[in-house]
């Protein structure tokens, strides 16, 4: 062989040689790689940015990450699964990920007494938690909806945050033996679906401002309670009197003997054996229930029984047959006759035939009737036999379910100088909006609901819509205060917003307004989303709200956002409304299919609503040539493309806005206003997109210019 051939020969292997290291360079970098599961690796790559890629967890890396491989500080795997997160008291900031749902093997995370929040707990959580720990922390708003969903919860630990809203949303929680609420700023009554955590031993809400009474944890079986420092009133019920550790200091109980139960209600069994005819407060009581029976044969008791069931079995006939008897006389055996306990059921299912088959005038009067103040209704006495809708089974429902006070029209005539022109504000979807002002001075809004243009919801279910509306309650939500329903008129009474509508602040421009700055127009997006979010995420069941749109968006004097109209899905307009040109440039694409509104619809108006916040245009504009007519269709191909985006802005701004503020806004409208609805992100995701956006730039701001940030924070702005 030749020196060359010799020369070649040498090169081959070394390029040979070093191809197989190559290889397994490559080879061993995929597997190192592959310790972790890819969703964890996503998720905890997000999470590590959102706390602001913090130093002190040194191993941590956002680049080439392998949480389980590289033994992450605080990560503990099972195979390439992440398990547990415990990284509490390091000082860390900034807040959750975003996408902590991809980590599904997850059981447990520990975030306590760290500096994490300044905003809403992350909707999406890791949904199989054992134990949640985010104490310690600054978290405000609402708790999250995803909680609810975590069926496997044993331990939640919330303490020592400002979180505000508790939600109702325990029905499904039934492992979870603790949970501390204390130490944050909860309010109203303590949910009613508390009364399904069947496993709770251990309960703290302590230093709150909850209020009402605490009747829904009698039956829990709870051994540690603190309720200490609320708002509470009523009475301890006697059955947590007797549990191992309780504290009730700084309430406002009754120290006397608590009321019987009300009429119909029984109370649990106390013990394996159920006195026939237990007493209250005699010696017949429960406490020695067990000896008098040991003294009865047990012949003598299944005599008894067999007797009382004999008894109630002829009453009951000849109740039943005495009631055939009336109703074959055209009397109706309801009036002024009281029924045995065994009849009730009857009673019920008569008081809904009477409902069906009345007049839209007499169910009208069913109505005003119950609106008149509950101290001057007397729901025992016996009414007039000829007062069918007396007995209601409805109303009786639709009052308990509403606690918003009911005005009178001829009050609402008085302040609104009998729906005056001077008064009107404005016409909206589902009738006019008038301003009014009472005698305390206070402004309010009241609406004339219009429910002619809606033939198949009649005004006889006025009730229905108003009990709908005062069950949602949120910061970014129109505030009902009120109602009135007489003489035929259906009002609801709303607070009144300063600063009219988001579609007026940016159509109606003239000499004495100011354009809205950059700044306003990210935070009033980023309050219109939390509205969504809470009407999609933590309501129970979903509420769609089916016509969001700038003219719904409401601004108080410090341009807060708060959407209206919400609660009204159930008035389904008719086939004009949906296509009417005022609402067509909302309307998603698959309701010209099929009609449906999902929670995906709500999403695209939304998107459209920050295309307007973006451009300053309408929706549909028929004013403009006939390829910018929609917003949609002209500005989605633009808002990838920087240099188009800078050429979309609206005017008004004269340029004052960072351009990458501007492109990440952009990138949000973008996923909302897909055509597919199954690729729009969930309302939540808008969210923390939003929230995002709004933490980078004060970062940056607080890097560049502390005195800077300093001035705007105070005045409560965005510097985005």
Same mark, same amino acid.
């Given at each position: 062989?030749?020196?060359?051939?010799?020369?070649?020969?040498?090169?081959?292997?070394?390029?040979?040689?070093?191809?197989?290291?190559?290889?397994?360079?490559?080879?061993?970098?995929?597997?190192?790689?592959?310790?972790?599961?890819?969703?964890?690796? %996503?998720?905890?790559?997000? #999470?590590?940015?959102?706390?602001?890629?913090?130093?002190?967890?040194?191993?941590?890396?956002?680049?080439?990450?392998?949480?389980?491989?590289?033994?992450?500080?605080?990560?503990?795997?099972?195979?390439?699964?992440?398990?547990?997160?415990?990284?509490?008291?390091?000082?860390?900031?900034?807040?959750?990920?975003?996408?902590?749902?991809?980590?599904?093997?997850?059981?447990?995370?520990?975030?306590?007494?760290?500096?994490?929040?300044?905003?809403?707990?992350?909707?999406?959580?890791?949904?199989?938690?054992?134990?949640?720990?985010? &104490?310690?922390?600054?978290?405000?708003?609402?708790?999250?909806?995803?909680?609810?969903?975590?069926?496997?919860?044993?331990?939640?630990?919330?303490?020592?945050?400002?979180?505000?809203?508790?939600?109702?949303?325990?029905?499904?929680?039934?492992?979870?033996?603790?949970?501390?609420?204390?130490?944050?700023?909860?309010?109203?009554?303590?949910?009613?679906?508390?009364?399904?955590?069947?496993?709770?031993?251990?309960?703290?809400?302590?230093?709150?401002?909850?209020?009402?009474?605490?009747?829904?944890?009698?039956?829990?079986?709870?051994?540690?309670?603190?309720?200490?420092?609320?708002?509470?009133?009523?009475?301890?019920?006697?059955?947590?009197?007797?549990?191992?550790?309780?504290?009730?200091?700084?309430?406002? #109980?009754?120290?006397?003997?608590?009321?019987?139960?009300?009429?119909?209600? %029984?109370?649990?069994?106390?013990?394996?054996?159920?006195?026939?005819?237990?007493?209250?407060?005699?010696?017949?009581?429960?406490?020695?229930?067990?000896?008098?029976?040991?003294?009865?044969?047990?012949?003598?008791?299944?005599?008894?029984?067999?007797?009382?069931?004999? *008894?109630?079995?002829?009453?009951?006939?000849?109740?039943?047959?005495?009631?055939?008897?009336?109703?074959?006389?055209?009397?109706?055996? !309801?009036?002024?006759?009281?029924?045995?306990?065994? &009849?009730?059921?009857?009673?019920?299912?008569?008081?809904?035939?009477?409902?069906? %088959?009345?007049?839209? =005038?007499?169910? /009208?009067?069913?109505?005003?009737?119950?609106?008149?103040?509950?101290?001057?209704?007397?729901?025992?006495?016996?009414?007039?036999?000829? =007062?069918? %809708?007396?007995?209601?089974?409805?109303?009786?429902?639709?009052?308990?379910?509403?606690?918003?006070?009911?005005?009178?029209?001829?009050?609402?005539?008085?302040?609104?100088?009998?729906?005056?022109?001077?008064?009107?504000?404005?016409?909206?979807?589902?009738?006019?909006?008038?301003?009014?002002?009472?005698?305390?001075?206070?402004?309010? &809004?009241?609406?004339?609901?219009?429910?002619?243009?809606?033939?198949?919801?009649?005004?006889?279910?006025?009730?229905?819509?108003?009990?709908?509306?005062?069950?949602?309650?949120?910061?970014?939500?129109?505030?009902?205060?009120?109602?009135?329903?007489?003489?035929?008129?259906?009002?609801?009474?709303?607070?009144?917003?300063?600063?009219?509508?988001?579609? =007026?602040?940016?159509?109606?421009?003239?000499?004495?307004?100011?354009?809205?700055?950059?700044?306003?127009?990210?935070?009033?997006?980023?309050?219109? &989303?939390?509205?969504?979010?809470?009407?999609?995420?933590?309501?129970?069941?979903?509420?769609?709200?089916?016509?969001?749109?700038?003219?719904?968006?409401?601004?108080?004097?410090?341009?807060?956002?708060?959407?209206?109209?919400?609660?009204?899905?159930?008035?389904?307009?008719?086939?004009?409304?949906?296509?009417?040109?005022?609402?067509?440039?909302?309307?998603?694409?698959?309701?010209?299919?099929?009609?449906?509104?999902?929670?995906?619809?709500?999403?695209?108006? #939304?998107?459209?609503?920050?295309?307007?916040?973006?451009?300053?245009?309408?929706?549909?504009?028929?004013?403009?040539?006939?390829?910018?007519?929609?917003? *949609?269709?002209?500005?989605?191909?633009?808002?990838? =493309?920087?240099?188009?985006?800078?050429?979309?802005?609206?005017?008004?701004?004269?340029?004052?806005?960072?351009?990458?503020?501007?492109?990440?806004?952009?990138?949000?409208?973008?996923?909302?206003? /897909?055509?597919?609805? !199954?690729?729009?992100?969930?309302?939540?995701?808008?969210?923390?997109?939003?929230?995002?956006?709004?933490?980078?730039?004060?970062?940056?701001?607080?890097?560049?210019?502390?005195?800077?940030?300093?001035?705007?924070?105070?005045?409560?702005?965005?510097?985005?």
């Amino acid at each position: 062989m030749t020196g060359a051939a010799m020369k070649r020969g040498r090169s081959g292997a070394v390029g040979i040689g070093a191809g197989v290291v190559l290889l397994f360079l490559a080879t061993a970098s995929l597997g190192a790689n592959a310790n972790t599961d890819s969703n964890d690796v %996503t998720a905890l790559n997000v #999470f590590y940015t959102t706390m602001n890629s913090p130093p002190q967890l040194k191993n941590w890396v956002s680049q080439n990450a392998d949480p389980c491989g590289q033994s992450w500080n605080g990560i503990t795997c099972l195979g390439s699964r992440v398990t547990t997160i415990k990284l509490s008291g390091m000082g860390l900031n900034g807040t959750l990920g975003y996408n902590m749902n991809l980590l599904t093997a997850l059981v447990q995370l520990d975030m306590s007494n760290n500096n994490l929040g300044g905003s809403d707990i992350p909707y999406n959580l890791p949904p199989n938690l054992e134990k949640l720990n985010l &104490a310690g922390n600054h978290f405000t708003g609402t708790t999250p909806y995803s909680i609810s969903q975590m069926f496997a919860l044993k331990d939640l630990n919330l303490a020592h945050n400002q979180i505000s809203t508790i939600s109702d949303m325990f029905n499904q929680l039934t492992n979870l033996t603790t949970m501390d609420l204390s130490y944050n700023a909860f309010s109203a009554n303590i949910p009613q679906s508390f009364n399904s955590l069947t496993s709770l031993t251990t309960l703290y809400l302590q230093n709150n401002q909850f209020s009402g009474t605490i009747d829904v944890l009698a039956n829990l079986p709870l051994t540690d309670l603190n309720i200490a420092n609320n708002r509470f009133t009523g009475w301890v019920p006697d059955k947590l009197k007797k549990i191992r550790t309780l504290q009730t200091a700084g309430n406002s #109980f009754s120290n006397g003997p608590a009321p019987p139960p009300p009429p119909g209600t %029984t109370s649990p069994p106390q013990g394996p054996q159920r006195p026939a005819l237990p007493s209250r407060n005699g010696n017949n009581g429960s406490s020695d229930s067990g000896s008098k029976h040991s003294k009865l044969k047990g012949g003598a008791v299944a005599g008894i029984v067999i007797c009382l069931l004999v *008894v109630s079995a002829i009453v009951a006939f000849f109740v039943i047959k005495r009631k055939s008897w009336k109703l074959s006389r055209g009397r109706d055996p !309801e009036q002024n006759e009281p029924l045995s306990p065994l &009849a009730s059921g009857l009673k019920q299912m008569k008081s809904i035939k009477i409902i069906s %088959t009345i007049g839209k =005038d007499q169910l /009208q009067k069913t109505v005003s009737m119950s609106l008149k103040p509950p101290t001057k209704i007397d729901m025992h006495k016996s009414f007039d036999e000829n =007062d069918l %809708t007396s007995k209601s089974v409805t109303r009786k429902i639709s009052l308990s379910s509403i606690r918003t006070p009911a005005y009178t029209v001829a009050d609402l005539q008085v302040a609104t100088g009998s729906f005056s022109a001077n008064n009107f504000i404005s016409e909206g979807s589902f009738g006019r909006v008038f301003k009014a002002q009472l005698n305390d001075q206070k402004v309010l &809004a009241v609406k004339k609901i219009n429910f002619s243009a809606f033939p198949s919801y009649p005004s006889d279910l006025f009730i229905e819509l108003v009990a709908n509306i005062s069950r949602l309650n949120h910061p970014n939500l129109a505030e009902l205060v009120g109602y009135c329903s007489e003489h035929g008129q259906c009002l609801l009474v709303y607070e009144f917003y300063e600063n009219g509508s988001l579609h =007026d602040l940016l159509n109606l421009v003239d000499d004495q307004s100011k354009p809205l700055s950059w700044n306003n127009r990210v935070k009033i997006a980023l309050g219109s &989303a939390r509205a969504l979010e809470y009407l999609h995420e933590t309501c129970s069941p979903s509420v769609i709200h089916k016509n969001f749109k700038s003219s719904n968006i409401l601004l108080d004097n410090e341009l807060n956002p708060h959407l209206s109209d919400s609660g009204y899905a159930d008035l389904i307009p008719n086939q004009e409304f949906q296509e009417s040109e005022e609402n067509s440039g909302y309307r998603a694409p698959e309701l010209t299919m099929s009609g449906q509104y999902s929670l995906k619809s709500d999403v695209y108006s #939304f998107g459209v609503v920050m295309l307007e916040l973006l451009t300053g245009r309408k929706p549909f504009d028929r004013s403009r040539p006939r390829s910018e007519q929609s917003l *949609v269709r002209w500005a989605t191909p633009q808002l990838h =493309d920087i240099d188009a985006l800078d050429q979309m802005v609206d005017p008004a701004l004269q340029g004052l806005y960072p351009s990458k503020s501007l492109s990440r806004f952009a990138d949000a409208i973008a996923l909302c206003v /897909q055509a597919e609805p !199954e690729f729009r992100p969930p309302m939540s995701e808008v969210v923390q997109s939003l929230v995002r956006l709004v933490q980078r730039a004060n970062i940056t701001r607080m890097s560049s210019s502390e005195n800077y940030s300093r001035r705007h924070s105070e005045s409560g702005d965005y510097v985005l």
